[in-house]
């Protein structure tokens, strides 16, 4: 290498699942015909919506489709997203000044605290918490505080923890509801005290809000009144309308925040492919059947997944909601049963460290994999537990 990288990049690794994957691949290679069932990462198995589909065919093959679209988003998506707020959460918003359309809601993290933190600054982060939110804290060469979410507590804060830090330089704060990795749901009474505690404090807090649809009931942080003056919320459609990989995502809330926001992402794209912002307006304006479903099928997986927490001998929260299991092993660490069900089963379950301390004693297996795999999978791992 000719120059040294940056000194943020030191603060970071390369992402786990990027590493973990790399592995998978590379222990496929040795076992032809029976590959690893992997059950780690939450990227959907199925397919958008026909009219998601057919709205990016059609507008592909129109003249002038193909160029540079605008930063903001074409109106058709912003008003789209007005109306899926509106219908869903019962949330209004200004399709011209509170939306900001997103290359996923991955993104957003990213533009937010690039836009708001400053070197030195402070962020509340959940232990257990999406990875992102740390190591984007850590590129704006920002401290990271954490907060805890235990089990104990239904995997919520503790307000009383977070009143007795010292929240001297805090700018953001993360929360992340209904939770991943844990399966928590959204609860209004948990947002009007987070709602409280921002205000009160001047923190600008994010709920990062992608598994509202997936076996949950839909619900925004901002419907809470108060919530427009210090609150703003990531969505997406990756997992509610099984479109991951076309990478549609949202940002809403005050329009002075978007704006700022706006400043940054400029500099960063030219606008997403009017194919797929088409295809997003065709998603949103899917009926309830469309959300029904999703959540029939992921209903079934779930009680397999929750078949195979069983056979480890993990404890789990049967309720609870979302595209995962979480569940607590019954001896040793996550990672360590988890290296024990890939080498051994050849099925991979995500170890809960790589979501924060909190998680180090938790498995995590994901739903987006059909019937047939998950049932294969309890099949192996039933072989290495002795069942």
């Known amino acids: 290498m000719i120059v040294k990288p940056a000194d943020r990049t030191f603060s970071v690794k390369e992402y786990y699942f990027s590493i973990k994957n790399k592995e998978i691949a590379g222990l496929n290679a040795s076992r032809p015909g029976d590959p690893i069932i992997n059950l780690g990462i939450g990227s959907p198995d199925g397919a ?5 589909v057919e709205a990016m065919v059609e507008c592909a093959r129109k003249p002038g489709s193909h160029g540079y679209q605008s930063y903001t988003g ?7 997203i007005a109306g899926w707020y509106d219908r869903w959460y019962g949330v209004e918003l200004d399709p011209a000044s509170e939306i900001q359309p997103l290359t996923g809601s991955k993104e957003g993290i990213l533009l937010l605290s690039l836009t708001f933190l400053n070197k030195g600054d402070k962020v509340l982060v959940p ?6 939110y740390t190591s984007a804290t850590k590129m704006c060469e920002a401290e990271v505080l954490n907060y805890d979410l235990l089990e104990a507590d239904g995997w919520y804060p503790d307000f009383e923890q977070l009143e007795s830090m010292d929240l001297t330089g805090v700018k953001l704060m993360w929360a992340n509801y209904p939770n991943m990795p844990t399966g928590a ?12 505690f921002a205000r009160r404090h001047s923190i600008l807090l994010i709920n990062d809000n992608p598994y509202g649809f997936i076996l949950n009931k839909p619900q925004s942080i901002l419907s809470i009144p108060g919530a427009r003056e210090c609150c703003m919320e990531l969505n997406s459609l990756s997992k509610s309308h099984n479109m991951a990989g076309w990478r549609v995502g949202m940002l809403v809330g005050e329009a002075s925040v978007i704006k700022e926001v706006l ?14 912002q088409e295809a997003a307006v065709a998603a949103l304006n899917s009926g309830p059947e469309w959300y029904e479903g999703l959540n029939a099928e992921y209903r079934r997986r779930r009680e397999i997944a929750c078949r195979i927490m069983d056979t480890i001998g993990c404890t789990y929260d049967s309720a609870a909601g979302g595209l995962y299991v979480w569940g607590r092993v019954p001896y040793g660490t996550a990672q360590e049963l988890s290296d024990k069900f890939l080498y051994e089963a050849g099925v991979f379950l995500t170890p809960g460290f790589i979501f924060g301390s909190n998680g180090a004693n938790y498995l995590r297996i994901s739903l987006c994999a059909n019937i047939p795999t998950l049932e294969k999978a309890l099949t192996k791992i039933k072989t290495v537990c002795g069942q």
């Open 185 to 196: 749901p959204a609860r209004r009474d948990v947002f009007e005290k987070l709602v409280d």
């Open 263 to 276: 400043k940054v992402k400029s500099q960063m794209d030219s606008g997403m492919f009017r194919g797929i």
């Open 74 to 80: 074409i109106p058709e998506l912003r008003h789209a």
């Open 48 to 52: 958008p919506s026909e009219e998601a």
């Open 127 to 132: 232990n257990p918490g999406y990875p992102t």
